[in-house]
């Protein structure tokens, strides 16, 4: 960001990020600057990813003289990088390029200090005014966040201890060896991997199967949430000792690798061919090769019959599938939250996929997903939901530090993190809104349930409350039961959030809050199950219709079907479905 004595010799400022933005703007009033909104072209964004994926893919398979490869491995390869994130930052630079070319117009003269060396190469392209960027100071490592360096940090330090590692092995193979069946291997990467499937898992060891919890977050994050299992592995004890050092030299040499690749991409892609090697160098030739050989060593040790994971597309499902399938191991997937229709969701090798109800099931086959290969098993979190006792009241008051007459109404808020598909600004104005709204209803408290994942990622809620600081009704868990939240709620309001699935299947009213007018990913508006503001008013006067139970509810016929759709069977035995789609799941269908 331009500083205060740098301030004065702009004639415009632009900003792609809405927190610098806001920030200049109230040290540098006298300066005009201008904050350009890249959430509508997310689509676009993504298409343009797609676009460069497919031009790499065509151009390794010419280069590796596979010219006679057909479409469809072109295809694939092109999802495989996708997958990996390769074209996604130079997409999003060639956005932000064109906006920022449009803003400012072509005989600006254009100062690039703070912005990214692929959005730099794109405005050198477009405005002769601007200086060409110098990519060769680029990192090593460029286009890999921090937090996974940091984590990969972690996990080389942890990989150290040889003596744990070689534990870890001998206590799987006798795991193994002693099960009268080999066990099934469940996946688990985040606390929600076990709220969603865990359940089925439970069920599957009632029943007499083994069960190997394979802890594969770089973290270690749920070694001791405990689950009851027969065997936990820290999938850290299988990652090579090596110093970080010997990683850079790989990645130095795979972008070398890569460089030739690049330079015979289309003319449209040469202003930024040199930062675009080292996008592809760093993660198709640092993440997959570590990742795939982790994996490989991890299913060597520990003989599972069949595998269980959530997450359709992340780093560590997609060479642990490849591994699986070539082996001829099961694996199915259970589905965590909305499925996009976009190819990578369906392209994974899964031998099943779990969905809880019939309408992304629908998503999947149109994308080509055989339909053999899905099963419509209901979400096991809403067993209990549907078929139990709920927890009193007072007990889920209690567990929040409220006082058991607790005589307000609550408001609860499904709280996202931010993220490539989810802008900290977007995420910002939404819960700005609700929080407005709820200023002038001190009758209501709101009980912001914080994402499990979203720790470190959540500064646009805590910039909210910080200018909010007299609004005293706020309490804001992480770890407390989505379910029993919402069966104490007055009304469910979201963002983007697939928490109005559950909230639709417990019959809560549920508002949709759009502050952008964006299309939404969510379909409870369209479906007619939520309903939507755009601003604090908007918000405040659905909130008071629900508190005085004046809120239009749907119908009992169309609630019914959009959770027949959505939710699958709400008959309290989703658990058990997906405990035979797991047994059932072979890759021979």
């Known amino acids: 960001m331009p500083d205060a004595a740098a301030s004065g010799r702009f004639d415009l400022v632009v900003f792609l990020d809405w927190d610098a933005w806001a920030a200049f703007t109230d040290a540098h009033p006298e300066t005009p600057a201008r904050f350009i909104e890249l959430d509508p072209l997310r689509r676009e964004i993504e298409a343009d990813a797609w676009a460069w994926a497919r031009a790499v893919a065509g151009v390794a398979a010419a280069a590796a003289g596979h010219q006679g490869q057909s479409a469809a491995h072109v295809e694939a390869v092109t999802r495989r990088l996708v997958q990996h994130g390769v074209g996604f930052a130079a997409a999003r630079a060639r956005r932000c390029a064109d906006a920022i070319a449009k803003a400012v117009g072509g005989d600006a003269r254009i100062e690039t200090s703070g912005v990214d060396v692929f959005t730099a190469a794109f405005l050198a392209a477009q405005l002769p005014s601007v200086p060409k960027p110098r990519t060769e100071r680029a990192p ?103 110093p970080p050092g010997i990683l850079a030299r790989f990645a130095l040499c795979r972008r070398r690798a890569v460089r030739d690749i690049v330079a015979a991409l289309p003319d449209e892609l040469a202003p930024v061919a040199t930062a675009f090697a080292a996008e592809v160098a760093a993660h198709a030739g640092v993440t997959a090769p570590s990742l795939l050989r982790r994996v490989t060593r991890i299913l060597d040790d520990v003989a599972c019959e069949r595998l269980v994971l959530l997450g359709e597309t992340n780093r560590i499902v997609t060479p642990l599938t490849c591994v699986a399938e070539a082996r001829g191991i099961p694996v199915t997937c259970v589905q965590h939250g909305i499925i996009h229709d976009i190819p990578q969701w369906a392209e994974m090798p899964f031998s099943t996929f779990a969905v809880f109800g019939p309408a992304y099931a629908e998503v999947l086959t149109s994308l080509g997903t055989p339909p053999g290969r899905i099963a419509v098993t209901g979400d096991p979190r809403l067993d209990h939901a549907v078929a139990a006792e709920p927890v009193p009241r007072e007990r889920v008051l209690a567990s929040l530090g409220l006082e058991p007459d607790e005589s307000r109404h609550l408001v609860m808020f499904a709280a996202n993190y931010a993220s490539h598909r989810l802008s900290g600004s977007s995420m910002e104005r939404a819960f700005d809104a609700l929080v407005e709204a709820l200023d002038r209803l001190p009758e209501a408290l709101l009980v912001v349930k914080l994402h499990p994942q979203g720790a470190g990622r959540e500064a646009p809620y805590h910039r909210v409350l910080a200018r909010h600081s007299t609004l005293p009704h706020v309490i804001a868990p992480r770890d407390s039961r989505l379910v029993d939240l919402i069966a104490i709620s007055d009304v469910v309001a979201v963002h983007v959030s697939s928490v109005g699935f559950e909230a639709a299947a417990m019959g809560r009213p549920l508002v949709v809050i759009n502050p952008d007018d964006g299309v939404q990913e969510v379909p409870f508006v369209r479906e007619g199950i939520g309903q939507e503001a755009r601003d604090a008013e908007g918000v405040r006067s659905l909130l008071m219709r629900a508190i005085s139970g004046r809120f239009e509810m749907p119908d009992a016929d169309a609630l019914a079907a959009f959770n027949e759709r959505y939710n699958g069977p709400l008959d309290g035995h989703a658990a058990e479905r997906l405990a035979d789609a797991i047994i059932a799941s072979s890759w021979s269908r």
């Open 140 to 242: 090593l490592l460029p286009g890999v966040r921090a937090p996974f360096v940091r984590s990969l940090v972690g996990t080389l330090r942890h990989a150290r201890r040889a003596a744990s590692r070689a534990r870890a092995r001998t206590a799987a193979r006798g795991v193994a060896a002693a099960a009268a069946e080999a066990p099934i291997g469940f996946v688990v990467q985040a606390p929600r991997d076990e709220a969603i499937a865990g359940p089925a898992v439970k069920l599957l060891r009632e029943r007499g199967r083994g069960v190997i919890k394979l802890e594969l977050s770089n973290d270690g994050r749920t070694l001791k949430s405990g689950f009851e299992c027969d065997l936990v592995v820290d999938g850290r004890d299988w990652v090579d000792p090596y």
